[in-house]
């Protein structure tokens, strides 16, 4: 994978690979990586991905669900997670974000956004996995 040393997301990535090496269980999630630095916009606009910038990878994409793959339900987004809690904790111990607590949900996402863990006003890892609270029924 291509990532970026600018602002560590390098030692964030090792930091990672290495509690993986101790987790086998979650090596199908994480062993085919659909990539990292790609540089390109953000699908359907014209704004950079921040794949662009080295700082996003996305794991598996056998075992990830994307908003836009999945039918709505009057106007409404239903969420679809494979990737286990265990696996998004472990990302965030390190600095990373997760897509699949967004809305637009993409759970093959992580961003290296140490500095976004604070200000979320929640642990990183404490509703790891969960559905977002903006599309529960």
Request: hydrophobic share 35%; charged share 25%.
């Amino acid at each position: 994978l291509y990532v970026t040393r600018v602002n560590g997301v390098n030692r964030a990535l090792e930091e990672v690979s290495r509690e993986l090496d101790d987790r086998p269980d979650l090596s199908r999630f994480v062993d085919h990586p659909a990539g990292a630095f790609n540089w390109r916009p953000v699908n359907g606009t014209t704004r950079l991905s921040t794949h662009s910038y080295g700082i996003a990878l996305d794991v598996n994409l056998r075992s990830s669900d994307y908003w836009e793959w999945k039918p709505r339900r009057r106007g409404l987004v239903t969420y679809v997670n494979r990737i286990p809690g265990e696996l998004v904790e472990i990302f965030e111990r390190h600095g990373f974000i997760w897509a699949g607590k967004w809305y637009h949900y993409d759970t093959m996402h992580f961003e290296y956004r140490p500095e976004l863990l604070p200000l979320s006003g929640c642990a990183p890892g404490s509703d790891a996995g969960k559905r977002p609270a903006s599309t529960r029924r």
